[in-house]
């Protein structure tokens, strides 16, 4: 069951601090409130309290959903005012050591792949809009994907057509960041790789970039461990094919 508070005024202990870029947000104001969790203040109404609650009532290692609805009075879609969810802590992925083992990455990645199918299957719930801003490498060595913004609870019988919709999204996000998604490959294998990764979603992005390793081992001689060798692989497997 979803859980929610009804609140007579939002308490100070809610807001003790603006976490860092938390007012960039289009829908709200994220704060760390005095328990430790984050507090997330909606800027304008959010008629979403129905998918916001079904959402709360999920529990998933590599999203971070709501824990609890915050309502100023009576529990109705127009008194929403917020909700609670987890502190999620780590690097976004411009921060990350260019040491960082690439083969943690794809492991980390398909974890979240994995999660995305069993969001999309039994609780027909859809990504949309993943960014840079909103994924965040933790110190355990996985992702995990903040902000319930980018979620939609979507039902529908057609449960293969949410998960590609998510699996593209989170693949733009992986593939953009190990610059291997400009398509501009000579090989037309992996340039169709990754056109179908990014706009059917029919591929993982973690497959397509052991794809690339593959070919970035027999065409260049760099067998990738860190993401700085991933890059340099990158940029020179693009002349070859």
Known sequence: ????????????????VMLEGGDSGANG????????????HFKMPFPYD?????????ESPSFAFPT???YLGKKDPVNLKGYRMDLVQGKKFAQLDPKTRIDLLLEAARKVEKDIVELAKNHAVVLYDVNNSNVIFQRDNTFRVIDTDLYMYQPSEEQYLNCMESMKEWNEY??????????CFK????????ENALYQGD?????VTEKVIG?????????PVTLEEYYKGVQLLKKYL
Request: hydrophobic share 35%; with cysteine; net charge negative.
């Open 1 to 16: 069951m979803a859980r929610y508070e009804e609140l007579e005024t939002i308490p100070a202990t809610y807001r003790k």
């Open 29 to 40: 104001v994220c704060y760390l409130t005095s328990d430790g969790d984050v507090y997330k």
């Open 50 to 58: 129905y998918e916001l609650g079904v959402l709360s009532e999920i």
């Open 68 to 70: 609890c609805l915050v």
């Open 174 to 183: 992986f593939l953009m960041n190990l610059k291997g998604g400009s398509l």
């Open 187 to 194: 090989s037309w294998a992996l340039n169709e790789y990754h």
């Open 203 to 207: 591929y993982p992005a973690s497959y």
């Open 215 to 223: 070919e970035m081992r027999r065409n260049t001689g760099i067998d």
